[in-house]
């Protein structure tokens, strides 16, 4: 690309770094693709030093510490302390498995600046059931340590069908447990989320009386407690911008290395997205392939095209149209403009009719090695 198209180009502002796919939960809604248990080695930390120098030099100032479960890499606290010093604002987002005191403090003095603890269920039984682990007196401690020890206190709840009829619940939880922000992320259905689509996406409904839950409170926690509403976008007739734009400010790094432009990207056919082991992340944000596929307009096709919206929302999301119309240049179908908007109707549909008859697969290695052949 020559130096004046470069210079046209944003710069990565966010960071994802997926630390590793190794999770001791089994969530049956995570976003992970389906196969990650037949991917590659995890990058070692001191390539996890240099992907963060180099995007860092970039432009990226956000950084999420993500997974699977971060805290299962015993150099996180390393890697911390390296992405602090480059100048990051550090996020670690965790089931708070695993988590303890010491842990906390460590992080702590390693310069880690912000914790999001994820809780299933503001009841014990479904959040175990959920999780696949006996887990929700743990995370409850660990939302209070979080807090005790100056973290802001950020709690995110996955929203489903399983859950949705506790939005009450959920928002007293928070409440209690003093969150200084709650963000009710309902579910995005990529990886395993997808394959479990029917058990749970939320009837419109259930849906409408959450939302309306949710925003009372809202009113009611005022100055106390800030609630993100994330809304599943099946249910609106416009799509997200998702990802901001491809290729214009996120960048997420897989556990393997692969380099994706959003996080669900490797799952894009022919995208062949590079790996930081074979380029550095300059090369990658500005000269990949993948990472120029779909930026700006020029690969949009009919109705994005000649939209009066697609400086708005970008088409919507390349994943989300290749996952329902094999297709990864259509417009998202959850645009009631796409002709493969009725697709979505029927997802609503069938949820609207009965329950499934389909098995729940939880997140884990052996389901990912069956299903994945
Ligand atoms: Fe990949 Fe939306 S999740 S573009």
Redesign the pocket.
Known sequence: MAGSEKSSLTKPRWLLAELTYACPLQCPYCSNPLDYARLGDELSTEEWKRVLSEARALGAVQLGLSGGEPLTRRDLAEIVTHARQLGYYTNLITSGYGLDEVRIAELKSAGLDHIQVSIQSPEKLLNDELAGTESFEHKLKVARWVKQHGYPMVLCVVIHRQNIHQMQQILEMADELGADYLELANTQY?GWALLNRDHLLPTREQFAEAEAIAQSYKEKVKGRMKIYYVVPDYYEDRPKA??NG?GTTFLTIAPDGMALP????RELPGLNCPSVRDFSIREIWYESAAFNRFRSYGWMKEPCRSCPEKEKDFGG????AYLMTGDMADADPVCSKSPHHHRVLEAIASTQRSASDKPLFFRNARNSRALTG
Do not use: G, K, L
């Open positions: 990529y998702c990802m491809w959003c996080h669900a990207a999301c390349r994943c989300q």
